[in-house]
């Protein structure tokens, strides 16, 4: 089958870190399956390298940084994998490169979200039928079972599908290509459309999440410290970044599980009431 390659070639300014892919924030489950074959759940901070891969669950989100301050933000059930990603960070002239590729799910691709940053950037973005040379800021697309699509929110875009090259560079325009080698003419995406796509990728408020810095958790009751792994490794494998934490009580030293870096108190809420629903129950 025919592969999707959406080429971003940004060239941008600004402060970066460090780290070329990093985990800001996860609506969970989620997970980051590595080039091994070992899964763990994904988590704020988690530090993404070659040959990763990214799976959100039923009504998951995920958002990603990259060092130069761009966000790559994923909706639920997608898949995302992470190839040849590098930082010259210690270079005059500042490259991040690498190539994303995505699998399946809905996408988007933000530049300067985190900050401008004088970093270049040189990131191929793949996805599934389309091969698309970017020199923009903002776009959004989604690669399904029959059909692949590509929205330019800003910026321009060098499209090529099959034997054909087109460029889009209008605001608001968008392009559609059949898994069967069809394609709808380039087109303005009408509004209610644009906002109904872009909420498959964003994380809502008070929705359950973790970020970066979060300060609260979920806790479940404490317990020995056999059954607290248990309990852990089970929500491990539903996708949730849970840990055993001991702790000295009356009774002697004892085991909770703690889902920690939680958003908000109400984010907190949130997570707690979608766990029960899953069959977990925290205190």
């Known amino acids: 089958m025919m592969r999707v390659v959406l080429l971003l070639i940004l060239l941008c300014a600004g402060v970066a870190g460090a780290r070329t892919l990093t985990v800001e924030a996860v609506l969970s489950p989620a997970w980051v399956e590595h080039a091994g074959g070992a899964r763990e759940p994904l988590a704020p901070g988690l530090v993404l390298r070659n040959g990763d891969h990214v799976l959100t669950g039923v009504g998951a989100r995920a958002l990603l940084r990259m060092a130069e301050g761009s966000a790559v933000k994923l909706g639920e059930l997608a898949r995302l994998g992470v190839d040849t990603m590098a930082d010259n960070a210690g270079a005059a002239d500042r490259l991040v490169s690498g190539a994303l590729d995505v699998v399946q799910g809905a996408f988007r691709f933000t530049t300067r979200f985190f900050g401008t940053s004088r970093a270049r950037r040189n990131i191929s973005l793949r996805i599934a039928t389309v091969t698309a040379g970017i020199r923009g800021t903002d776009v959004w697309g989604k690669s399904s079972a029959d059909r692949d699509v590509v929205c330019l929110i800003e910026g321009r875009i060098f499209v090529q599908h099959l034997e054909?090259?087109?460029?889009?560079?209008?605001?608001?325009?968008?392009?559609?290509a059949g898994r069967d080698g069809t394609r709808q003419?380039?087109?303005?995406?009408?509004?209610?459309?644009?906002?109904?796509?872009?909420?498959?990728?964003?994380i809502a408020p008070a929705s359950g999440a973790s970020r970066r810095g979060g300060k609260h958790r979920v806790t479940f009751a404490?317990?020995?410290?056999?059954?607290?792994?248990?309990?852990?490794?089970?929500?491990?494998?539903?996708?949730?970044?849970?840990?055993?934490?001991?702790?000295?009580?009356?009774?002697?030293?004892?085991?909770?599980?703690?889902?920690?870096?939680?958003?908000?108190?109400?984010?907190?809420?949130?997570?707690?009431?979608?766990?029960?629903?899953?069959?977990?129950?925290p205190q």
């Open 164 to 176: 054909q090259a087109f460029t889009m560079q209008d605001p608001l325009s968008f392009f559609i």
């Open 185 to 202: 003419p380039v087109a303005l995406v009408p509004e209610a459309q644009l906002q109904q796509w872009a909420t498959e990728t964003e």
């Open 222 to 281: 404490a317990g020995n410290e056999h059954d607290a792994a248990v309990l852990a490794g089970r929500l491990r494998t539903d996708g949730y970044p849970a840990r055993v934490r001991a702790f000295r009580a009356d009774s002697g030293l004892r085991h909770a599980v703690d889902i920690a870096g939680i958003a908000s108190p109400e984010d907190a809420l949130q997570l707690g009431a979608m766990l029960r629903r899953a069959g977990h129950t």
